[in-house]
């Protein structure tokens, strides 16, 4: 399996701009997570969903932030309007929840977009 | 709520000595505990993990940690550090049951290891 795959890598927005990061999990698995990154918060959760739906989302700082996950295979975080304190790493996760007593839980972690709103 | 302690924000080690990160959390049952590891520019990577049985785990890159409920403790550890091991580490812990199914994580705010030669 190729892992998790964000994209894009890096993005440089202004400030006012829409942002949309993207996320492809683990193929099976049916919890996923998305996260933000910063020097000064450390690693975040921001919503995690379970076969689809969202399960959690008191993570998410305003309402410039939103999350879908249409399909098993994809989703999305947007953030409208973008501001320069969302400059940070975020990065999705994916995990098998149910596998069996010591199979579930471990999350699998893609590369992260760092993103830049000036 | 559970929470993540790594009181040491930087650490140094000549490499080919011992290392230990430590780890503190807070969790009124029996936590499932992690360590993971960032290399710079990727994502994390779960060295070990703790859900019950032995309190000594083995993970991968030769790294074990020891859990020890009696100090909230999962310190990491390693007998000899690689170059390669320099990186950020990340502890976490996690709540729910087995039954429940799904358990939510907590990091820690992390503790990067320099390795010097």
């Known amino acids: 399996d190729a892992g998790v795959i964000q994209s894009p890598r890096h993005e440089v927005t202004e400030m006012g701009q829409e942002v949309t990061l993207r996320c492809k999990p683990i193929s099976g698995h049916d919890y996923l997570f998305w996260y933000r990154q910063t020097m000064m918060r450390g690693l975040e959760l921001l919503i995690y969903f379970n076969n689809n739906v969202p399960i959690d989302d008191s993570g998410m700082p305003e309402d410039r932030f939103s999350a879908k996950m249409p399909n098993a295979s994809f989703s999305t975080l947007k953030i409208q309007p973008s501001e320069p304190r969302d400059s940070a790493v975020y990065f999705c996760?994916?995990?098998?929840?149910?596998?069996?007593?010591?199979?579930?839980?471990?999350?699998?972690f893609g590369p992260g977009t760092r993103l830049t709103v000036t | 709520a559970q929470s993540v302690t790594q009181p040491d924000i930087h650490i140094t080690v000549s490499e080919g000595a011992s290392l230990e990160l430590r780890c503190n959390y807070s969790?009124?049952?029996?936590?499932?505990l992690f360590w993971y590891v960032q290399s710079p520019g990727q994502g994390l990577q779960l060295l070990l993990k703790?859900?019950?049985?032995?309190?000594l785990v083995q993970g991968i890159k030769g790294f074990e940690a020891e859990f020890k409920r009696s100090q909230s403790s999962f310190n990491l550890r390693k007998p000899s550090v690689h170059w390669s091991d320099a990186a950020e580490y990340f502890c976490a812990v996690g709540a729910g049951t087995l039954n429940s199914g799904y358990s939510t994580l907590t990091f820690g705010k992390g503790t990067m290891l320099l390795v010097s030669p």
């Open positions: 969790y009124g049952a029996t936590p499932y």
């Open positions: 996760a994916s995990s098998l929840g149910l596998a069996g007593a010591l199979a579930g839980y471990e999350q699998y």
């Open positions: 703790y859900f019950s049985g032995d309190t």
